[in-house]
């Protein structure tokens, strides 16, 4: 045989081998690479050691983000403890693989511990824990973490304030002063780790309407005082197959861009009704929900400045859908429960395939 073309085929079964995969199939993280953007989903530490799990993590994700252990409730068990472990084994999963890892979250209503919630602090006291907090868990993941949900879910759908701890329950000192406790936070954070890019992250705020007005006029005024704040995150739940809510996000994404920061989608997932037997209610919802997946990736992928697209979790076994929903809806993500990969999966990898070819970049199939 031509030595050149032995050569070429001993590459090419060392290349079959090493990809683990029975044909060469490209993943979503092999088209993400090259496009230079990030394909993320959320992850359970604890199933880090399920081999099925794991390798298609590996295979298919370039970024990855704790879904709770990095949570208050999960970092900071009483006040004077911090537990990394869990947040520690995703980070050292990922920089064994070449994975980016997104921080989530520092500020939150929700998933707070009760020592804190019931602790009856003062406000100063509660400032002063926030920006421990803060400055405590951005230092231990530096270099680690390369952005971080500072603040979550502050605003309603109206465009107001979501009471809390932080804003005005008592808050931080700043109840009833508009962003001014988000401003304080985002300044703790930049001081933290000043390398760190810095989000808010929000759910129901993809397209134009009050809440994503409230975070645009937030950012705007931000960024024309030097507050530091460098992306925003958009969760992409979506709960209603025929929402017109996500109608307007290209619009949304753009004006954001236009602003100088980053937008992220941070938690995509669409929950399919399910019956009383968990079974699918219609077959033709698995279609209904690639095209909206397909809808975000695009939204995403137009725009230069949306650089992440993330989705909360990515198989149908270990997602937080039918628990939130009380089993009435599910089958949200990318792979069934079983790991193999379903419509919205191949969606995804075609708009990531596009998005190649249209840069001269395709890998091929
Ligand atoms: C959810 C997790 O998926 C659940 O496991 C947990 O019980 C509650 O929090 N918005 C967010 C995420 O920003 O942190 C939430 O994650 C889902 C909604």
């Known amino acids: 045989m031509h030595a050149k073309k032995s050569l070429n085929l001993a590459l090419a079964s060392i290349l079959f081998i090493t990809s683990g995969r029975g044909c060469l199939a490209q993943s979503l993280r092999d088209y993400a690479d090259r496009i230079g953007v990030l394909i993320g989903t959320a992850v359970n530490p604890s199933k880090l050691t399920e081999a099925a799990y794991a390798s298609t993590l590996a295979r298919e994700f370039n970024m990855v983000e704790p879904e709770n252990a990095m949570k208050w409730g999960a970092i900071r068990p009483d006040q004077k403890t911090f537990n990394f472990k869990s947040g520690d084994q995703v980070v050292a999963f990922a920089q064994g693989h070449r994975i980016k890892v997104r921080g989530h979250c520092l500020v939150w209503q929700k998933y707070?511990?009760?020592?804190?919630?019931?602790?009856h602090f003062t406000s100063e006291q509660l400032s002063d824990l926030l920006r421990e907090h803060i400055s405590t868990v951005m230092k231990h993941y530096a270099g680690q973490v390369f952005a971080w949900d500072v603040i979550n879910e502050a605003f309603d759908a109206s465009g107001g304030f979501e009471r809390s701890i932080w804003y005005d329950s008592p808050g931080i000192g700043m109840a009833g002063k508009g962003t001014a406790y988000l401003e304080q936070a985002f300044r703790w954070a930049r001081a933290a780790d000043p390398k760190a890019l810095l989000f808010y992250n929000d759910y129901d705020a993809e397209g134009l309407n009050a809440k994503s007005n409230a975070i645009y006029a937030m950012?705007?005024?931000?960024?024309?005082?030097g507050v530091p704040i460098d992306g925003v995150g958009l969760q992409a739940h979506v709960f209603n197959l025929n929402t017109k809510e996500i109608?307007?996000?290209?619009?949304?994404?753009?004006?954001?861009?236009?602003?100088?920061?980053?937008?992220?989608?941070?938690?995509?997932?669409?929950?399919?009704?399910?019956?009383?037997?968990?079974?699918?209610?219609n077959q033709s919802d698995l279609t209904k929900q690639a095209e909206i997946y397909r809808f975000v990736a695009k939204a995403c992928l137009q725009q230069r400045g949306c650089t992440a697209i993330q989705t909360w979790g990515?198989?149908?076994?270990?997602?937080?859908?039918?628990?939130?929903?009380k089993g009435t809806k599910g089958m949200a993500l990318l792979f069934d429960e079983v790991y193999a990969p379903k419509p919205v999966y191949n969606a995804l990898r075609e708009v990531l395939q596009q998005q190649a070819q249209s840069a001269g970049i395709d890998p091929g199939p």
């Open 314 to 325: 990515f198989t149908d076994k270990y997602s937080w859908i039918p628990g939130y929903t």
């Open 112 to 119: 707070n511990p009760a020592w804190l919630m019931n602790g």
């Open 219 to 225: 950012v705007k005024d931000f960024k024309h005082r």
């Open 247 to 281: 109608s307007s996000m290209s619009e949304n994404i753009a004006r954001l861009a236009a602003l100088g920061v980053e937008v992220h989608i941070t938690e995509m997932d669409a929950g399919l009704p399910l019956d009383k037997k968990g079974n699918l209610v």
